[in-house]
Each structure stands twice: as structure tokens, then as C-alpha cells.
């Protein structure tokens, strides 16, 4: 990989992928090494028959050291977003010598008496919904939490991105590429814990509207 400039990896969100991050990658390419990375399971990345928190987060370093990320004299930045954010969480706390440091976008930390964010644990796991043409999964493409996007290009660009041919029995069609099964015996863990972890710098931005990370958890989070 590229070694003239320091590494930083972009991280997507819950059931997301690489491509949320083609209209930001472009503007930072200037003065870093870009990757943007699928986590196992999402995107168009292979599905495993389990996972952990720390299989993704070795995930993310294994993107840094393939991209040449850790033979800059600059140890490279990990910038995620929402459940990217918690798993970038364990990354600084495990590995955050290999790391100049984090940045955390809309990843929500809560206090005890708040209940605690992340994806949920799947009780019965369903396949994916197979829709019949492009067209009809396109409209079913949804962000979360509900919210307006004035540029629907973007949604759009998103949405085509989720999707992947699919034919399972006499069913073919268009369907999701996240893996239903992920989080089906799965923990987020400790994230406040994490969160306290001296190992490297760290930044946390909150979006301003966000409904995820409202004022209250960003200054909870912050102090």
C-alpha cells in the first residue's frame, strides 16, 4: 500500500458497508491513505458461522496492516461510525499502541440508568427477504432511525450498495447483503469501560440532531 501519507481507516455502522463513505473518502484522500472496510458478515464482506467483538476488531487492524497503514512513521486513525464506533471502542483498548488514535461518530455510550444502545440479540434468525426486482428492495431501503436526507442521491447510492442478486430455491431476486444471523448470541460488552481505556487519543462527535446521542449522552460521554 501506499506509505507517503498516515492511514485512516473508515468504518461503517450496523448491517452497513464501505460505500456509506464514497462522497467523504474523496475529500480526505489528499492527506491520508484511505481504506474504507466491510466488517465480516456486512457489506460485501464473507459471512462467518459466528462473531465476536473481537473478531472485528482484528478485523480493523488487519485492513490498517494490509493497506500499509503501520509502515507510515504516522500509526494510523480508525474513524467509525455507530456500531463501527464500538467496535473501534475495543480496537483502542486492545490494540491502541498500534493507533495514533479514534474518532467516534454517533456512537452512543450510555449511563447505567439509560438503557444501553447497540444492536440487539436475535432470538430466531430469518433469511433476508428476496424482493423480485431492483426497483421494489430499493423502496423498502430505510434509514435508522427514521430521519430526512436532503441529498436522496445519497440514500439512494446507499441502497443500491446494500443489495445483491440472490436465488435461494425457486425464489431469485434481489436481497440484502448483511448477514441476518450476526446477532444472534452476540454482546456488545462494556463500552463505558472501554471508553476509559488510557491508550490513545480519542474524539467523539455527536450529530446535532442525532436521536441516537442526544446532548445528554455526549456530555456524559465526554466527561
Known amino acids: 500500500g501506499d506509505v507517503s501519507n498516515p492511514g485512516l481507516l473508515l468504518v461503517h455502522g450496523n448491517a452497513a458497508h464501505a460505500y456509506w463513505w464514497s462522497f467523504i473518502a474523496p475529500y480526505l484522500a489528499r492527506d491520508f491513505n484511505v481504506a474504507a472496510m466491510d466488517l465480516s458478515g456486512m457489506g460485501d464482506s464473507g459471512w462467518r458461522g459466528s462473531y465476536a467483538m473481537e473478531t472485528f476488531a482484528n478485523e480493523q487492524l488487519a485492513v490498517c496492516a494490509a493497506a500499509g497503514m503501520f509502515r507510515h512513521e504516522i500509526k494510523p486513525v480508525i474513524v467509525a461510525h455507530s456500531f463501527g464506533g464500538f467496535v473501534t471502542m475495543l480496537s483502542r483498548a486492545l490494540y491502541g499502541a498500534r493507533l495514533s488514535g479514534t474518532v467516534l461518530v454517533d456512537s452512543p455510550v450510555n449511563p447505567p440508568d439509560r438503557e444501553r444502545g447497540g444492536p440487539r440479540r436475535r432470538e430466531q434468525v430469518k433469511p433476508n427477504r428476496i424482493y423480485p426486482d431492483l426497483a421494489s428492495a430499493l423502496a423498502r431501503f430505510r434509514l435508522m432511525p427514521p430521519q430526512d436526507c436532503d441529498n436522496l442521491f445519497l440514500v439512494d447510492?446507499?441502497?443500491?450498495?446494500?443489495?445483491?442478486?440472490?436465488?435461494?430455491?425457486?425464489?431469485?431476486?434481489?436481497?440484502?447483503?448483511?448477514?441476518?444471523?450476526?446477532?444472534?448470541?452476540?454482546?456488545?460488552?462494556?463500552?463505558?469501560?472501554?471508553?476509559?481505556?488510557?491508550?490513545?487519543?480519542?474524539?467523539?462527535?455527536?450529530g446535532e440532531n442525532s436521536v441516537l446521542m442526544p446532548p445528554e449522552i455526549g456530555e456524559y460521554m465526554f466527561n
Open 157 to 206: 447510492w446507499v441502497a443500491r450498495h446494500s443489495l445483491k442478486v440472490v436465488t435461494r430455491e425457486a425464489e431469485c431476486g434481489f436481497t440484502w447483503k448483511f448477514d441476518p444471523a450476526i446477532w444472534t448470541d452476540f454482546s456488545i460488552g462494556d463500552t463505558a469501560e472501554r471508553l476509559k481505556v488510557d491508550s490513545c487519543r480519542i474524539a467523539i462527535f455527536r
